[in-house]
């Protein structure tokens, strides 16, 4: 199911009964551009700490918007063990523009190509998406909505507006009292905002809002005063409604975080940072405040990504680089438990995805994840009661089986693997930093020595000296193959790093103590007496 703006305010009502109804909520964002191309220090690398990834991957997710929320709603079918109903949708989304509101967002050329590649609708995400914006927008929009402050901001909102009043004022010098005009095609938030500047520039008329209309009325001003303080749709009532309105898709975020649901994405990092930032709060500087803040908001988190890894190597299963092909893994007769795992039906008007299979689709994806998430939440269940066929297990066992996997969100690219929302992380369990020695190859640059390895192996690269560099990978094999390659090299040489041996700053301050000692013993030596 897709939804637009016009769609989505008429769908808040059941989507709010069928997330309060959830055992679970998969998740998937797809993004207008998911980093931006920093050089040098500011590119993430497995040197950095999980507080300067953050720092670094911060200036990105500000620069980016979301163009498309998947959602796909799971819940247990009352009266039938262990099978499970998923409503799953797409949301198109755009920033609101509205009063002083006026977003600014890239796009990155390989993002959209990829998503094009998949079919994706930008005309709708350009045209009919759902609005939204963040607490400290909304406060601004409030106060001056309220205050009477606001003001049409954006020139083509500017030029609707010219068009609308001038023919509403041309069909008001022939119009009769209580005479009424539709204007067609207004909807949504915009449909308050044409109603208010026409009741602030018409002192006699009055409008309402009719289907995918406005309805404007010629009436006195005796009878727009008492429409005014008597109608259910007076000015303070309306004033809300537009802010509710205008506020679009982040009323559905308000409910999803009030229903406290389990939270399931697939290498979910970037997507808590851009939900943090654009239906919550902008990103704070601390890593532990969003860290807090996150964890508030979502207090049960589950990345498949981080629960499948470990599947995968305790089964032996064939490699598998997407979602898709977990999935498919799963799925298949490789799984022990194929037979007995979850039945999983999609709701009518979802059932596009039982058919068709649609890959970075939002609402797919987020099915995806929801459905790996139950398949292999059942596989783990077997493995722990030593392989006996199970009874139907509820999803409250599957959330038990997975509770050292929650709020543990897999990172991509850092000094540690993951990310704990629900306290300090881990430490790192990376292979150890190498340290290569260059001789006889004067200004050597960090990208040439890149490229001297990346025929091997992917190496992160940092400076520490003028002929001395860190290496770093993340797979042990590749530590190991580098080290016995280079060990011995003529003009690259490697070998394990060493804090207090390599580290400039210790051999600084053992240099600075040789001299100290030097001249402490030559002055002891020099000052004793002659016998």
């Not at 999609?346 to 649609?358: G, V």
Request: proline residues 6%; aromatic residues 12%.
């Amino acid at each position: 199911m897709d939804l637009g703006a016009q769609e989505f305010e008429q769908s808040l009502p059941l989507l709010q009964k069928l997330v309060e109804d959830a055992d679970f909520v998969g998740l998937d964002i797809e993004f207008t551009g998911l980093r931006s191309n920093l050089s040098g220090p500011q590119q993430i690398s497995l040197f950095d700490l999980p507080s300067e990834w953050y720092l670094k991957t911060r200036q990105s997710v500000q620069q980016f918007t979301i163009c498309q929320i998947g959602l796909s709603v799971f819940s247990s079918i009352e009266g039938e063990p262990n099978k499970y109903v998923a409503h799953s949708c797409n949301f198109f989304l755009f920033p609101t523009t509205f009063g002083i509101l006026d977003s600014e967002f890239s796009f990155q050329a390989s993002s959209v190509q990829f998503l094009n590649q998949y079919g994706f609708n930008y005309n709708k995400f350009l045209k009919n998406g759902i609005p939204y914006m963040n607490e400290e927008q909304e406060k601004k929009i409030r106060h001056s909505i309220l205050t009477g402050t606001w003001r049409v901001r954006s020139s083509l909102d500017k030029d609707q507006i010219k068009v609308v009043i001038d023919e509403v004022t041309r069909w008001l010098d022939l119009a009769e009292e209580g005479d009424q005009m539709t204007l067609p095609g207004i909807a949504g938030f915009q449909a308050f905002e044409v109603q208010l500047v026409l009741r602030q520039a018409l002192p006699n008329i009055w409008t309402v809002l009719k289907g995918q209309g406005v309805v404007v009325k010629k009436v006195s001003q005796e009878h727009r005063w008492y429409l005014e303080h008597t109608s259910c749709d007076r000015a303070s009532c309306w004033k809300e409604q537009i802010l509710l309105s205008a506020r679009g898709f982040s009323v559905f975020f308000q409910m999803l975080v009030e229903a406290q649901k389990p939270l399931v994405g697939h290498n979910m990092m970037m997507d808590l940072l851009h939900l943090h930032e654009k239906f919550f709060r902008p990103l704070p500087e601390s890593y532990d405040q969003f860290k807090q803040n996150i964890h508030k908001l979502f207090p049960v988190l589950i990345d498949t990504k981080n629960v499948t890894k470990d599947v995968w190597k305790e089964l032996r299963f064939p490699r598998v680089s997407n979602l898709s092909e977990v999935y498919e893994v799963l799925s298949s007769n490789l799984n022990p438990t194929k037979n007995s795992a979850p039945v999983i039906v999609h709701a009518s008007r979802c059932e596009k995805y039982a058919e068709t299979k649609c890959p970075h689709e939002a609402a797919y994806d987020a099915f995806l994840c929801g459905s790996v998430l139950l398949k292999v939440a059942h596989l783990l269940l077997w493995r722990v009661r030593s392989n006996c066929p199970l009874p139907e297990p509820s999803f409250p066992q599957y959330l038990d089986i997975l509770a050292p996997y929650v709020n543990q969100v897999n990172l991509i690219r850092a000094g540690v693997p993951k990310i704990n929302f629900s306290g300090p992380d881990y430490p790192s369990i990376r292979p150890p930093i190498l340290i290569l020695t260059v001789r006889r190859w004067p200004g050597i640059s960090e990208q040439q020595v890149y490229h001297e390895f990346q025929n091997l192996c992917k190496f992160d690269v940092r400076r520490l000296t003028g002929s001395q560099f860190l290496l770093l990978t993340n797979k042990f094999k590749d530590a190991r193959s580098i080290l016995k390659e280079y060990r011995c090299h003529p003009t690259l040489q490697v070998s394990l790093y060493r804090y207090w041996r390599h580290s400039p700053d210790i051999n600084c301050v053992l240099q600075v103590c040789g001299v100290v000692g030097t001249w402490a013993l030559l002055a002891f030596f020099l000052g004793r007496p002659r016998p």
